[in-house]
């Protein structure tokens, strides 16, 4: 059995993962409204799959490659204020104007954590497991802008099968093809995040 180092949590890690405490209570109240109807229950399941993507996609990297140094703090913080914008601006009822905020957020999000890969890979080298994540990074993010300008232009309207673009980062890595992984995810670190 390989030696696992136990890599420790940090304070800022922990405040990241309180943005998306905040979140899931914003998720929360979407279900507590007047009239519970589909379309709340479909906005909040959607919802919390993006929101928890995009928790997931930080965490491997910061699991895998992160070092605690200013190049996570920094973009950490900007992921803060992304996550925290969206929490705020969670409704029940949405409109085409929060359709396109909320495809904007998502890949303003997904582009901080590829920014933090690149800036990773620029210091440290590329190898392919670090490929394989930017690869899927850059896919998501070019869609999320392309929904950010659907929903601008009203191509992509507000409906309830608007609401599961969401699940497209869940499937991007199935149709990317992963070689030589070298570096395992940390157990004892994604423990304590979860």
Known sequence: MPNITAKRVSNYELFYDLVFVLA????TGLLHNEHFTLQ????FISASVGILSIWYYETVYLNKFGERDRIDIYTIIAGMFVIGQMS??????????TLTLFQFLYALAYGIILLQ??????????NSDFLFHVKNLVAIVIFYLLTTVGAATNLL???NWAMFVTFVPLLIPFFLRN????????????????
């Open 24 to 27: 899931t209570s914003g998720l």
């Open 40 to 43: 709340s229950l479909i906005i």
């Open 88 to 97: 705020v601006n969670m409704t029940s009822r949405p409109t085409q104007a």
């Open 117 to 126: 890969f690149y800036l990773r890979g620029k210091k440290d080298g590329f």
């Open 157 to 159: 309207k507000i409906g």
């Open 179 to 194: 070689v030589d992984m070298t570096k395992r995810i940390n157990f004892p670190h994604l423990l304590e995040r979860c």
